[in-house]
């Protein structure tokens, strides 16, 4: 038995000796004793010293070879260090036009009067079913007419009487059947043999023509347990790796060998001591098994994982460039100076397998203890563990400090550690440790949707997976992302800002046409109305004008100069009306020349900020900014035009309001002074005037006024507070607002697109630096299948992350509306999320406007009714703040996450977070270092364990040492570990914990592994019994169960 278990060698599982009649030298017939013993000294001698671990002798009809080396080694003092196992190379009756061979190799445990037992029971086709004895091969080369002999073998009829030229003719011609093959295996016993058959070696079965044969194409390749072969594509088909050009050839290529993958060799085929272990086109066989019979028997169990023809394996590849990353042995001992009496683990020395570790034992065997010891010595940053902790074995008088652990690397470096010492977080951990409570912990923070240190594990593991060149020399994830997405994100503020700007007109607009103001404008407009109808009845009595006396120069004169005086006020009046027009007109362009040339001022300051900020990224790229990015900018026009406006403001103040008298300036009246002189000076005339011409000018004036007051009230669509005015916003709010509102809307749509386009393209960013490790996940899996129930994914997707709180956080719950209530409210918004599509754009837009809708329309009974948003409103929130938020997509986030057949991470069970986090630390981390974990099987029910663990695993152990402690069969043989620690404690002999390690087919360790795994073969084998297996649709064809020898458990 082997400690390291199951490792990586070669075997040359086809060579001849001196007893096959084509051995390229002499032979052992024609050899006295002594030469004979020389021979298979040399034979042994030679083996010894190759790098191959096993052979098989496969002389031609015999199992003379095998059986003189076994009698020599049995009378000699040489040693033999390595396995051979007898074999026999037989030619068996066949459809093809050459002689097809066949293999048989033998347990090395089988008698040598069994192996004569075997030949014995082979009978010679043609031949009256004899065995092929000397006697009857001689018997077979006299058969051939003298025309065969000449034609095939260049002899004349007279060499008949040569009988070691008709044994040769026979040994070369002579075929048996295949029925005699399987009687003779049924005589020794099936479980000690395995049929090999060439495939494409020399007379293969490759060659047959099954199209026409295809019954005993079928049957032979059923028949066989092994194949020998050196063609590489023959090599993936035969182990179930398929077939590269053609994806239909590999299944049915295994359903015609019997439904799952078989071994392939390719051995040396040597005739002559000289050859062995020298391989045809250096195709070496390297196998992954013990050395033994039981080794070859469950390498037919596992095939594809253990079979490689060729240069080294590639995991002896990665072993050889990473030595630093393999434990070689871990040694515990007692300090010297100890004062403890316990032995515990002192002693233990345990030689550890690169490939697949189970760690198995019952309970409080120690089993926990060896992961954490390793995890320790390994320096894992894990500082919470299962045994080494304050709770156990550091407890009271910490018997942690009287132990130390020598760890061994593939490098020939080692490390002592005390087992009571913490790991260096200052140093970098060689061993990845996954105990149990570090899984929980896990899910447990990804269950409260917190920040994880798998999350930070996450987004490091993705970074290593892209590309060094699209990784742009940035350090990390979150940087490159950020570079990534900066465009993006100023090109979704831009938007935001003219969406702010078109929220206020639309705001406004809304105001204008809502209820309330419409009713504000309707009662106004009836109130002037009645204004209007008031004033019409004090208009002043009409006078008619007096009679002019002809002779009244005076009276004529003065009313001339009335006129004369009115006409000048009329004039003055327009003036005044004419320049504060004016002043309104300018002083809004003045504020909008100030507007201007302050955006104009921003955006030079923002082409400044943008050539600062991007100038090394273009100088990197090999470009001058300034020849790239030109900007030109003339203020001259603004700036004239705003000097020329406020040059006349000044004018129309000065007409306005005139100007006090200063020193050297004499002082001017405003136009309003002039207006009051004028009136005082017509009034003064009117006194001049006689009664009667008096009171008309009086009336003339009162109906002036009353005039003017008149079309004050009716006014004009431009004048606030007039009939026409409020008309005019009535005829706005109903005939043209609801339009331009539409229109106002469908605009905003748009930039919700262009938002949401931008986030969809930040979406795609995340998703092109996830595809490469998403094609690992992929490549990993079992199926291509993206429907496959237990595929890992990863996801970008947009989430809207708190919306419905914030959301809410803008309603008041109290009021009528179809957010009213506090679990109504909650459940509203959720059922619309749930409605729709956040992660497209048209879904997007949908959801927007059916919230606007349920905004505005509460529905109770079936019936609609209009509710203005303004007084769902909380205090101190405003309606363009909400437009603002749920137009902005400000909530949408776009988030990346792990996901389990199509769930969430956060949606799985606790076991199938934990198998998740599994299957990303041994599929995708891109650490090479051991990985360790502790009852990866926990919360997992063992269908679970195989869909989810069990090939993850398998995988892992190709790129990296993984070390499982289990109570789970499906890990520890499901997995095919390539060693068992089996742990034990014996409380009786000072706790001493006793660590037995080998491979899973060493007799010992498969014991204990029935034992502690199924809880004893005959509880095993009762529920074996009771099982059923699966019915399939495939049917082989009927044959004889005797072709189909069984292959037996492992024991």
Known sequence: MSAIGSIWQKWDLHIHTPASFQWKGPRFEGMTPGQRDDTCKKIIEKINELDVVAFCIMDYWTFDGFIALRDYMYRSTTLLKKRIFPGIELRMVAATPYRLNTHVLLNDDVSDDDLRTFVSSLKLAGQDHKPPTKAHMIEVGRQFDPGKLKKIYNLDVSARADEAKMLEIGYKSAEITCESIESAIRVVGEEHCLIIQPYDTSDGIEKLAWEQHPYRDSVLMKMAHCFETRNQSNVDLFLGHGHPKKPHVGPEFIENIGGYPKPVFAGSDAHRIADYGVYPSSRATWLKAQPTFKGLKHICHEPSLRCHIGDRPPKLVHIDENPTKYIRRIKLAKVADSSLKDKWFDGQDVLLNPGLVAIIGNKGSGKSALADILALAGNSHCTKMEFLNDRRFR????????????????????????????????????????????????????????????????????????????????????????????????????????????????????????????????????????????????????????????????????????????????????????????????TAEETRLTQLLAHIENFAAYHEGFREEHQQEFEDAGFDTDEIVKVEIDRDPLTKRSLEVAARLVEIRLLLEGKLAERDTPAVNSLEIQEAESIAEIRKLQDQLNSPEKEYQTYLAQLKAWGIRRDAIVGAADKADTIEYLKDRINRATEVIPAELEALREERRELVRKIHEELLAIRTAYEELYAPVQKVASDAAESADPTDTHQLQFDAYLSPGKFQESFLDFIHKNRKGSFYGEDESRKAVIDLLNAHDLGTTDGVVAFTDVMYSALTVYERDGTPEKVSIESQLRQNKTVLELYDYLFGLGYLEVRYTLRLGGKDISQLSPGEKGALLLVFYLLLDTEEIPIIIDQPEHNLDNESVVRLLVDCIRKARARRQVMIVTHNPNLAVFCDADQIICCKIDKSDGSKITYSTGAIEDYEINQTSVNVLEGTYPAFDNRRKKYQKPEIDYTAPAMPAARLPLLGTVS
């Open 395 to 586: 407890h009271g008088g910490n018997k942690a400090k009287q132990f130390t652990a020598t760890i061994e690397w593939a490098d020939g470096n080692s490390y002592d550690v005390l087992l009571s010492q913490n790991p260096d977080l200052q140093k970098p951990e060689r061993v990845r440790y996954l105990p149990q409570h570090f899984i929980e912990e896990l899910c447990n923070e990804i269950a409260a949707g917190n920040e994880t240190e798998f999350g930070k594990e996450l987004r490091k593991v993705i970074f290593s997976r892209v590309p060094e060149e699209k990784q742009l020399k940035m350090g990390t994830l979150d940087d490159l992302l950020d570079y990534l997405i900066k465009a993006r994100k100023k090109a979704i503020q831009q938007v935001l800002q003219t969406l702010h700007t078109l929220n206020e007109t639309i705001v406004r607009n809304e105001a204008e046409m809502s209820d309330a103001t419409l009713k504000s404008y309707r009662t106004s407009l009836e109130l002037k109305e009645k204004e209007l109808e008031a004033h019409q009845k004090i208009k002043p009595v009409e006078k008619q004008k007096p009679v002019e006396d002809p002779n009244d120069e005076k009276t004529k004169g003065t009313i001339a100069e009335i006129q004369r005086r009115e006409t000048s006020l009329t004039a003055i009046r327009d003036q005044i009306e004419t320049l504060k027009e004016d002043r309104t007109t300018l």
